[in-house]
């Protein structure tokens, strides 16, 4: 009996601890799901920092070759909007700002393409991640830096100087050819080598400068400013030179006026009703006629290293007189100090302008940064629609036209017309423009006609008198029309030809140069590319067009 109560205990006992198993495995799956759930959390962390540091680094690395293509770029071609962006991965969008400020912490910044007064430059690039980061993680997606530097900005433009017409060897004027202004500038004509013969009627040069060379007139020649010449100047039929003479050897003057003083390296002429205004200085004789004016009041002076010889007549010398001897003194009415005088010239002479040695220009497209090139050859040559159909098609773009192929040059008549938009600068080995043509204009512009010179001799090359076959001149008559909105530079070692009553507005510069036929020229200062012509010589300095951005002044992230 006692076993038996024993084994009825046994079975309740293991009736009552059914399932206890099934709950240690549930525990265990727990504690499982709750390790897995952690290292699964930890590993989606480790993954979004992963790649968010991973698009950090895509990200700067984008922006700062935002900032090494800017650089770049603005310093080998022209800046149009200032921002420079790129679609490809990295990715990135720099904008460029600057500032007349020297000191970056002070700076007042302006977005856009640096002026010629920018100090500074600031661009401001970001960049964007190729690959972005995961489990929203987007720190590193993009990324912006900062970079200032200082910069020196190209002159602008071409150097607009220079005389209104340059001749190597003479200039002729005729027939109420004339010089005048347009801008305000002196106008001057300059000879290097050889003489200026000025007749016609009423030419009005403002000053010619005669490196080597004679001056003389005739007819109703009217010079508007003063006359240099290394050597003679001769006035006769009623020329009027309005300032000063300054020859270097005699001075003759005949029935016309110079209102100036004058100032003679040897002899002096005054014949028939010659006229100076104010003071005359010769170094040996001053022989006056019968008729002769010297002078306005006794504060002017007649000096001379010899002696004067004054004819009987109606000879009125108000100035005073300082001279070794004076032959005949009833002509004398101002203060007269004989027996003296000087060996050298009066410290009072004014000094002669520079003329500059030839200046050779060839064909160089360095020197045109920023133009298109545009080429004519073959049946184009021939075609005188040619132009006309360029400067039409290339209106919103500076342009170089290469014709220097063409064995007949550029000619344009016909009533042919080329309107301009921008500066453009056309290349043939000669021009023929005439025939009622016309050169128009949409806005203010400059235009060259250039016939080069490739030999680099300080000579015009080909010279004039071997400027036949494939060299010829620059022709522009026959009723030839220039817009008043273009300044038109002409440059060619052979002549230059501005005749039959075109009005022509710019500058001249040919081996020779004819301006007769009522034609005129308005002087304009344009100038060459790469050359001071004032002083015949090439601009030194930074040859870049562009901005040059030297020191990097900082260099910092940006928080994005």
């Known amino acids: 009996m006692f076993l038996k109560l024993n084994n009825r205990a046994m079975r309740g006992r293991v009736a009552d601890e059914r399932g206890s198993a099934l709950m240690a495995v549930i525990g265990v799956m727990a504690i499982s799901l709750i390790v897995a759930t952690v290292i699964t959390g930890a590993t989606l962390n480790s993954l979004g920092y992963t790649s968010a540091t991973r698009a950090d680094v895509q990200s700067v690395a984008a922006a700062e070759s935002g900032v090494d293509v800017v650089l770049a770029r603005v310093q080998t071609e022209p800046c149009v909007t200032g921002v420079y962006t790129s679609t490809g991965n990295p990715s990135y969008t720099a904008q460029m700002s600057w500032s007349v400020g020297v000191d970056p912490a002070a700076a007042v910044w302006t977005n856009g393409c640096p002026t010629a007064s920018a100090q500074m430059v600031r661009i401001v690039s970001t960049g964007f991640a190729a690959a972005k980061g995961v489990n929203g993680n987007t720190r590193g997606d993009a990324r912006t830096v900062e970079s200032i530097h200082s910069v020196t900005m190209p002159s602008t433009g071409v150097p607009a100087n220079g005389a209104a017409v340059y001749a190597y060897q003479a200039v002729t004027t005729g027939g109420s050819g004339s010089v005048t202004t347009s801008s305000g500038n002196v106008a001057s004509v300059h000879v290097r080598l050889g003489n ?6 009423s030419p009005s040069y403002a000053n010619i400068v005669l490196r080597d060379g004679s001056f003389s007139s005739d007819g109703s020649c009217k010079v508007k400013g003063s006359v240099w010449a290394s050597k003679g100047v001769s006035l006769e039929g009623g020329a009027e030179i309005d300032r000063d003479v300054v020859a270097g050897e005699a001075f003759s003057l005949t029935s016309g006026k110079v209102f100036g003083s004058v100032w003679a390296g040897t002899t002096m002429n005054l014949t028939g009703n010659g006229t100076i205004g104010r003071s005359a ?4 004789t001053v022989t006056l006629g019968s ?3 010297l002078g306005a009041t006794a504060a002017d002076t007649l000096w001379t290293n010899t002696g004067v010889v004054g004819a009987r007549g109606g000879i009125n010398i108000k100035a005073s007189v300082i001279a070794k001897t004076v032959t005949g003194t009833s002509f004398v009415s101002g203060p007269r100090t004989v027996g003296t005088g000087s060996p050298n010239t009066p410290s009072n002479v004014p000094p002669m302008p520079l003329v500059p040695d030839w200046v050779d220009f060839g064909y160089k497209l360095s020197d045109w940064p ?6 004519i050859t073959g049946a184009a040559c021939a075609d005188t629609n040619s132009i006309p159909t360029i400067v039409a098609a290339t209106a919103a773009n500076k342009v170089v036209i290469d014709a220097r192929s063409c064995a007949n040059g550029v000619v344009l008549d016909g009533s042919r017309k080329a309107t301009f938009g921008a500066d453009t600068a056309i290349f043939a080995h000669k021009f023929d423009l005439g025939g009622g043509a016309s050169f128009e204009a949409t806005k203010p512009v400059n235009v060259w006609l250039i016939s080069p010179d490739e030999v680099e001799n300080n000579l015009p090359t080909p010279a004039v008198a071997s400027c036949t076959g494939v060299s010829g001149p620059i022709k522009i008559a026959g009723g030839f029309r220039l817009d008043t909105r273009i300044a038109a530079f002409v440059y ?43 002083l015949g010589t090439d601009i030194t300095g930074p040859t870049s067009p562009y901005a040059v951005l030297a020191n990097q002044l900082s260099i910092r992230d940006l928080a994005n």
């Open 291 to 293: 008729t002769a004016v």
């Open 492 to 534: 060619t070692p052979c002549m230059i030809e501005l005749v039959a009553g075109v009005k022509w507005r710019g500058q001249l510069y040919g081996g020779q140069t004819k301006i007769a036929g009522d034609a005129s020229l308005a002087f304009s200062p344009v100038g060459l590319p790469g050359v001071d012509l004032d």
């Open 370 to 375: 920023g133009f298109v090139v545009r080429t």
């Open 281 to 284: 200085y010769a170094k040996q």
């Open 196 to 201: 200026f013969i000025c007749s016609g009627d």
